[in-house]
């Protein structure tokens, strides 16, 4: 289900009007009637508002899953009820991981949704990895701008919860979670942000012992997919 066709789905389980919601979201209506037949782009910054003006997290406006009857939670086993057996299905962790200043450390285990995938169309997105290493979370902060923008959901192969190789690491360093680029540069760990106002900061060999990674970012969603490693 696209975006647009899941705003219109939830905004009516709320017996929102389409006037009430371009109100909250300082949109216009028409834009709004586009977006939702799929007429017309969107912004991340607009869905965000959307998202919040619907009481929901971001990531329910990309669920394939159905409304429930109290219209405030969805179900995300619609695929499953449909007696298909081709499902492959993503969860979203309840932490975010931040591209800014850093976030409070959650242990990144507790799952609060799902996201399902045709098994095919699965396995061309995440390359054929098992779904029970491929997790989901939501991203904060503009120091990735430009790579991995604010409110984009990105897809952890949490199967390397090490540094393998430079790339994109979520990772919990000296208490805080954070989204960055890590390169190794001798005994260094370089943890670079691809925003070019965020100064790069560096992990000593001394200071390894505080470095925790929770896994290698794979991909991100926002308005299309862009593969990172």
């Known amino acids: 289900m696209k975006p647009g066709e899941k705003i219109r789905q939830l905004r009516k389980a709320k017996k929102m009007t389409?006037?009430?919601l371009a109100v909250q979201v300082e949109s216009d209506v028409g834009n709004l009637s586009r977006l939702e037949r799929g007429r017309q782009g969107y912004s991340d910054t607009l869905l965000q508002k959307i998202a919040d003006a619907l009481k929901v997290p971001i990531s329910a406006l990309f669920s394939s899953g159905e409304l429930t009857n109290t219209g405030d939670t969805y179900s995300v086993q619609s695929l499953t009820e449909m007696g298909r057996d081709d499902v492959y299905r993503v969860d979203v962790l309840d932490v975010s991981a931040s591209a800014g200043e850093g976030?409070?450390?959650k242990e990144?285990?507790?799952?609060?949704?799902s996201i399902e995938y045709v098994r095919k169309e699965a396995g061309v997105i995440f390359g054929n990895k098992p779904?029970?290493?491929?997790k989901l979370i939501n991203v904060r902060g503009d120091s990735m701008e430009g790579t991995i923008e604010p409110g984009d959901l990105i897809f952890v192969d949490v199967s390397v919860p090490y540094f393998d190789g430079d790339g994109i690491y979520v990772f919990d360093f000296n208490g805080d979670?954070?989204?960055k680029r890590l390169q190794k540069v001798k005994t260094e760990l370089y943890v670079i942000s691809d925003n070019p106002r965020y100064k790069e900061w560096t992990i000593s060999a001394d200071e390894m012992p505080m470095l925790h990674v929770a896994g290698r970012v794979m991909l991100s969603q926002s308005q299309q997919f862009r593969r990172h490693g």
């Open 131 to 134: 779904e029970a290493i491929v």
């Open 103 to 105: 976030s409070p450390a």
């Open 177 to 179: 979670t954070f989204v």
């Open 18 to 20: 389409l006037n009430e």
């Open 108 to 113: 990144v285990v507790q799952v609060i949704r």
